[in-house]
């Protein structure tokens, strides 16, 4: 009897394992597969940003590579939480992903009620690139650079405009004023093209954001550069100095794009979708465009990202904390 129920126990755990070993086979076979339908690509932040331009253009790289469509869907809002939650909540099979910016880091410490866990509800994927911000003003305004925006918020508020409540373009803004004890008075927007249309304008005397989104409208005469936020000079920028070098010494930040999926993407999935954007990456072509508009190409593995999404988290948490920083702001 004993031998019978031993032998009955074996043939169940056998069955168990065979399972489990095709559960892992489909799984690997699933994500080598992939994808094998139409991408929704998020971008947070509405059309004219940098988010947006950087999502449509891997859309349109990713479509060719694979034969699959992939398009890009505004969802907007709080930062880019409303987005950021669409994919969180979305199918965990690689078909719903999204391009995030520098909030993504920042919104954890910024937001006492998240929708969703940033570090276990979503799977980081990639991360594509960094640029530097630059601090543009409208031609007519006085500023020649960025010492005469400090000599100015000596004596009375500056008023700002950014991406949002605790953007990297914000919170940059902030630390400085700190720092060198002048006055910023700072204009959120719903994102980098509501941004630079009210900066070329002039309705906003000045606007932070990322190379990438800016260096077009300074090509053209839209809009002046005053400073970047880099450690070096912006090679898309010539002529337009630091922040360290203009009067505050030691500062410098960058933002970042990163690509994500739904947390319980299985890691098969997860490893073909990097694969198919480091090739994107890799495309000349593609990577020329960035270049162009400012972007540090990284990429890497999905390691890359959670590494520098944890010291992006921990760095701004700090800076939110000490200025009592919150949504809305």
């Known amino acids: 009897m004993l031998a019978f129920r031993a032998k009955e126990v074996t043939m169940k755990i056998i069955r168990l394992l065979a399972a489990a070993c095709v559960a892992v086979a489909s799984v690997g076979a699933f994500g080598q597969s992939w994808p094998t339908k139409t991408v929704r690509i998020i971008s947070p932040f509405p059309p004219g ?20 469509q992939f398009i890009v869907e505004n969802r907007t809002g709080a930062s880019g939480v409303i987005g950021t939650q669409v994919v969180a909540q979305a199918a965990p099979d690689g078909h719903t992903l999204a391009v995030v ?26 991360l594509l690139g960094t640029a530097p911000m630059a601090l543009v003003a409208h031609p007519n305004q006085p500023f020649k650079d960025f010492r005469d925006v400090l000599a100015a ?19 940059a803004m902030t630390q400085i004023a700190n720092m060198e004890h002048v006055q910023f008075t700072h204009v959120p927007y719903k994102g980098g093209g509501p941004l630079m249309i009210d900066a070329i304008g002039g309705q906003v005397p000045l606007a932070i954001g990322t190379v990438v989104l800016v260096s077009q409208h300074v090509k053209a005469g839209k809009v002046k550069a005053l400073a970047v936020t880099s450690e070096k000079p912006s090679p898309q920028l010539p002529g337009v100095g630091t922040m360290a070098e203009q009067g505050v010494p030691g500062f410098s930040a960058v933002a970042w794009w990163g690509v994500i999926a739904p947390g319980a993407t299985p890691q098969p999935v997860v490893k073909r979708i ?3 954007f480091q090739k994107a990456l890799n495309d000349p072509a593609l990577a ?30 700090q800076v939110v904390k000490d200025n009592h920083i919150k949504a809305g702001d």
Do not use: C
Request: no cysteine; charged share 20%; aromatic share 6%.
């Open 274 to 276: 990097n694969e198919e």
């Open 49 to 68: 940003g940098s988010v947006d331009a950087v999502a449509r253009l891997f859309a349109a790289q990713l479509t060719q590579q694979t034969g699959q």
């Open 288 to 317: 020329g465009k960035l270049r162009e508009q400012g972007m540090d190409i990284v990429g890497g593995t999905p390691d890359v990202l959670d590494k520098f999404l944890r010291g992006e988290i921990a760095r701004w948490a």
């Open 153 to 171: 918020a000596k004596s009375q508020p500056v008023a700002f405009g950014s991406v949002g409540s605790g953007s990297l373009g914000h919170l």
């Open 101 to 126: 910016f520098d909030t993504h880091g920042v919104n954890p410490s910024l937001m006492s009620h998240m929708p969703y866990d940033t570090l276990k509800d979503l799977a980081n994927v990639m």
